[in-house]
């Protein structure tokens, strides 16, 4: 009877089973093994070691030769532009597949924060925060004139209610863009409830719906009417507008989209998140109908996906991206991109490799899978025309059949709004902020101030696709196994799921990253955590505690 060698039986993480022999090889001591045997026994494992030490020095001059390798593949990255992520992949090759099929990570919920609880936004202003100056005591009136479509005028009149405040200036309701791309005539009180705009903001700035008549028959000449550069400081509106407003009375300043600078001291900022998450509310039609589309959605799964796809023809083309589609495709993209005067030419190739490309739905998809989310799982896809309509779509609707959008889930009702493209966003918009789950395909205006909304709301799970990373990975797709795409998929994706974490106060943009309106809740026995008007500091950032809904 031959000896018999303890063997232990490993869990991989892709849920194989793997023997190991155990470390310890000695045979059993029976009284039927002769000396004979037991010296026969002792050579072997004398032979086991030296195998084990040759095979030893083998991997150690392997792990050099790799090491040797990764180091002048990081040179040629840094002289070649080329992304890191091509690096992870040739690290990928060079190490073998179980680098990346085995790694095991803290798992992470994928439908909810476990900060959630934790965290919630706060924007009530400061005690020594003055009061709004009334009408007759102002500097004068401001007009706005926002750019864009929905998403981006949303921007230009949080900034508009700062810049007024900055300036002691009573602000007029802005008007909207009628001559964007999406070619939309709505005004302001087709959007938004004019009145809860007022009213809300009535204590930080002096709103009015026009410039009284009797006043601008007094006026000896029109408006001042100028464009400030973008992202321009408090300091650039008191030295630069304010002199005007007090001649003119009068100063209508256009084109206003992202006119302020992101960073501003805290009082200011939690202004900006009163006047974008409170002061902004769509009107009752619009808002009725959202929580229509949302009642529905919720009646077919308890929990939904929404995912922001933004593929549609202008985001394509404004990007410089390009996905396979020949001749047509860039001859479509390029006469679209005509409409931006002053975007430079650029790389296809090179967009997609610095991660300025949006995904492809079916690249939308494989991520959500590889995330963990499984093909029962209720998708909501807010989009407008996607780019190869339904051609497109198809590889995603496969991969996740419960698809749904504003158009299949409230056909009728929606009729009303089809001429509008800014009160279709609308709906998506509210439908993309109510779902558990809010999957971002871009960088753009929408992606933002939800990603910050969800924020302030306490975290709501908020995935952005590390497009830099996952681009090269999508390239490379059919070269690795599912398990082995899949683990790396999460691995790219830590530090873009939507976490407290992931906020670097003053690094970031404000609109996407609200830091200075995120409150941490006090513990639940802490007697002194409601003192001081009710802050409560954490970390970087001076987190209070919310009072004010």
């Given at each position: ?20 022999a ?32 040759a ?10 030769v ?29 190490m ?109 700035v ?15 000449k ?23 407003l ?7 300043l256009?084109?206003?989209?992202y ?22 509310r ?21 929990r ?17 991206c390009?996905?396979g ?35 492809t ?30 051609e ?14 504003k158009?299949l889930?409230a ?72 398990t082995t795409f ?14 407290p ?49």
């Amino acid at each position: 009877m031959k000896p018999k060698a303890a063997v232990d039986v490993i869990s991989l993480p892709n849920g194989a089973l793997s023997p190991r022999a155990s470390a310890s090889l000695k045979p059993r001591a029976d009284s039927q093994y002769s000396g004979k045997s037991k010296f026969s026994s002792l050579c072997k494992q004398i032979s086991l070691k030296e195998i084990q030490t040759a095979s030893l020095r083998k991997k150690v001059r392997w792990s050099a030769v790799c090491g040797v390798m990764l180091f002048f593949l990081g040179l040629i990255s840094l002289f070649t532009g080329h992304v890191d992520s091509d690096l992870d992949w040739y690290s990928h090759r060079l190490m073998g597949r179980s680098l990346y099929s085995s790694m095991v990570y803290e798992p992470i919920d994928f439908w909810k924060s476990k900060y959630s609880r934790v965290y919630r936004g706060c924007s009530k202003k400061g005690a020594n925060f003055p009061p709004a100056v009334r009408e007759q005591s102002s500097n004068g009136y401001l007009l706005i004139a926002a750019s864009g479509g929905l998403n981006q005028q949303r921007t230009g009149i949080t900034d508009a209610v700062i810049v007024a405040r900055i300036l002691n200036a009573t602000l007029v309701v802005p008007e909207l863009d009628h001559d964007s791309y999406w070619r939309d005539n709505s005004e302001f009180t087709n959007i938004f409830d004019v009145n809860w705009f007022i009213s809300s903001l009535a204590k930080d700035v002096t709103i009015v719906k026009k410039v009284p008549a009797k006043f601008m028959r007094s006026m000896e000449k029109p408006p001042y009417t100028m464009r400030v550069p973008r992202k321009s400081p408090p300091e650039y509106y008191l030295d630069q507008v304010l002199p005007i407003l007090l001649r003119r009375r009068v100063v209508q300043l256009t084109k206003f989209d992202y006119r302020l600078a992101n960073d501003l001291d805290d009082e200011l900022q939690k202004l900006r998140c009163r006047a974008n998450y409170h002061a902004l509310r769509f009107k009752k039609s619009i808002n009725q109908l959202g929580q229509k589309v949302i009642a529905r959605m919720r009646k077919m799964g308890k929990r939904y996906v929404a995912v922001h796809l933004r593929f549609e023809p202008d985001m394509l083309a404004f990007s410089g991206c390009y996905y396979g589609g020949g001749e047509k495709e860039i001859k479509e993209l390029a006469e679209i991109r005509k409409r931006w005067v002053t975007l430079p030419d650029v790389s296809a190739e090179e967009e997609r490799q610095r991660g300025k490309c949006p995904l492809t739905p079916h690249e939308v998809g494989l991520m959500l899978q590889a995330l963990g989310f499984t093909n029962d799982t209720y998708l909501y896809v807010a989009s407008g025309e996607i780019y190869g309509g339904e051609e497109t779509l198809r590889p995603l609707r496969e991969l996740f059949p419960n698809f749904y959008t504003k158009e299949l889930l409230a056909s009728e009702e929606l009729k009303p709004f089809l001429p509008y493209s800014s009160r279709l966003a609308a709906i998506d918009y509210i439908v993309c902020e109510e779902s558990d789950v809010f999957v971002t395909n871009n960088n753009g205006n929408m992606a933002k101030l939800l990603a910050g909304r969800r924020r302030y709301m306490g975290h709501k799970r908020t995935i952005r696709p590390n497009s830099k990373r996952l681009s090269a990975l999508f390239l490379r797709r059919n070269q690795t196994s599912w398990t082995t795409f899949a683990n790396m998929v999460r691995y790219y994706q830590r530090g873009s799921m939507g976490e407290p974490d992931e906020m670097k106060p003053g690094q970031q943009e404000f609109l996407e990253y609200p830091y200075s309106c995120i409150c941490k809740k006090p513990p639940k026995n802490d007697a002194n955590s409601t003192k001081n008007n009710g802050e409560v500091h954490s970390g970087q950032a001076g987190i209070e505690l919310e009072t004010r809904t």
